[in-house]
């Protein structure tokens, strides 16, 4: 199989390029990948495996119609990373989040019904269904971003949906719960409070931190993705659960577990404006459906992060230096 994958030097993009040319995804071991991604400051060549034979890396934009009309031909499959995701920054500059993850995915979708690719995945978000107080979403709750990060990958959700409705393509949707692991820009709640942690900085806590947020490590979320891709249905919305549900003051507080540090490290900031209280997803569609299960337990899946970034500060420290600049 021929996959395009856009974002795919960032985070969890490029989790799953690694995982497929390491032959992790049983029955893809001769797939070619072809990964198409800006390379902004989310994205990061050191995140592939540049050289690797079956990978070829196209830098460009995901609007720039030509560049996909030229790439996309004789490809089998896109998975639709390529997306603007920092909350904090969609809140003062959220043109960019609509030109990227809205028209990007228009643009995306128009170039593979152009070039004849019929199968599509479509990453989005839990945050398109808003705050929840008791309970989970189901993949039929209806939309309710608040943030502009948000209310961009929920309209981009419903550009995909269009068209399989209206030109019948081969697309699904995704909306997972919050992710951690290696590679992750230290922009993210986990990787900054680790790196500060590492450098001897406090860390920045929102408000009370009773904000709860649901987990699921990238390697799992990679591997849900596949199972969409290559057995999901059209025109259906998949929810990725991880069932690990933590106040950001837990985490915190387990984060200073690991280093030994107690909560003098931590400074109450001013909480961020409309900040979500609560998410959570019922993911028994895809468990039922495609045998999904996540498969790493949080407090491993977190102290070996933590491990991960404090053996890698050649990989992190270049990225902070940049965003100081």
Known sequence: MRILVTGAAGFIGSHYVRTLLDGGYPGEEASHVTVVDKLTYAGNRANLPLGHPRLTLAEGDVCDLPLLLEVLPGHDAVLHFAAESHVDRSLHSAAEFVRTNVAGTQTLLDACLRTGVQRVVHVSTDEVYGSIDEGSWTERSPLLPNSPYAASKASSDLIARSYWRTHG???SITRCCNNYGPYQHPEKLIPRFTTNLLQGRRLPLYGSGDNVREWLHVDDHCRAL????TRGRAGEVYNIGGGHERTNRRLTELLL???EADWSAVEQVAD??????RYSLDDGKIR?????????????GLAATVAWYRDNPGWWKPLLNEAAR
């Open 257 to 259: 577990e690991l280093f």
């Open 272 to 277: 961020r404006k409309g900040h979500d209280l």
């Open 288 to 300: 039922t459906e495609l045998g999904y299960a996540p498969r790493i337990d949080f407090e491993e």
């Open 226 to 229: 596949h199972l969409v891709l």
């Open 169 to 171: 393509l081969d697309l």
